[in-house]
């Protein structure tokens, strides 16, 4: 098993990441760039841009809904589908549902230690989205995400030497000054007696 199978796990972003569907992943990475594009460079604004994405897919959705069964292998999903307990739709929901009672409860709470803390999390967060794009670092892990892994595959046996040799450095560095320390804080004790 290899390092990237490992950290990625088994499962369907594990698969678009090393691109084991070309298709799949071509598309999810051409849908992140024309957004990130359109979002960042030509500057669109978020909300009209939603509203569009969310007129779209109604347009398709109705589509779907009235004409599917003889364009599409699959019949369109009931409302009744989606109010089942485990529709994705529902877990979404209940997820959202579940940040926004933690952040009521964090402020409700007398717990005024926590409370800071998330404030103090919150004008980091603002500060650091002042200066930098969420979605262009956004869309830079989602490249690194995409392209490391297939790199590393291509070039394991390159990139395992390197890590050995680096790893084998850091050892003899690490038992350089490990003697060092003992012998200071030898040192540090008899100073305090």
């Known amino acids: 098993m290899s390092l990237v199978d490992q950290l990625l796990g088994e499962g369907a972003v594990a698969d678009l990441c090393v691109w084991k569907n070309k298709i799949k992943s071509g598309i999810t990475f051409a849908i992140a760039t024309h957004s990130w594009y359109q979002l960042v460079v030509m500057e669109t604004r978020l909300v009209p841009f939603l509203c569009s994405i969310l007129l779209v897919l109604m347009l398709l959705l109705f589509i779907w809904v009235k004409f599917g069964e003889p364009l599409f292998i ?7 589908e989606f109010k089942q307990k485990d529709s994705p739709v529902r877990a979404l929901f209940s997820e959202i549902e579940g940040l926004l009672l933690m952040l009521y409860e964090i402020a409700y ?3 005024m230690k926590t409370l800071l803390w998330a404030i103090f999390f919150v004008a980091i967060i603002y500060t650091l989205g002042s200066y930098i794009s969420l979605l262009t670092i956004i869309y830079i892990c989602l490249v690194c995400l995409m392209t490391i892994p297939v790199l590393y595959l291509l070039c394991q046996e390159v990139v395992d030497n390197f890590i050995e040799d680096v790893s084998e450095v850091k050892n003899k560095i690490h038992e350089i000054f ?4 003992r012998s200071c804080a030898r040192s540090c004790e008899c100073a305090v007696y």
């Open 74 to 80: 699959w019949r369109a999903p009931t409302p009744e």
């Open 178 to 181: 490990k003697p060092s320390r």
């Open 109 to 111: 709470e007398e717990d």
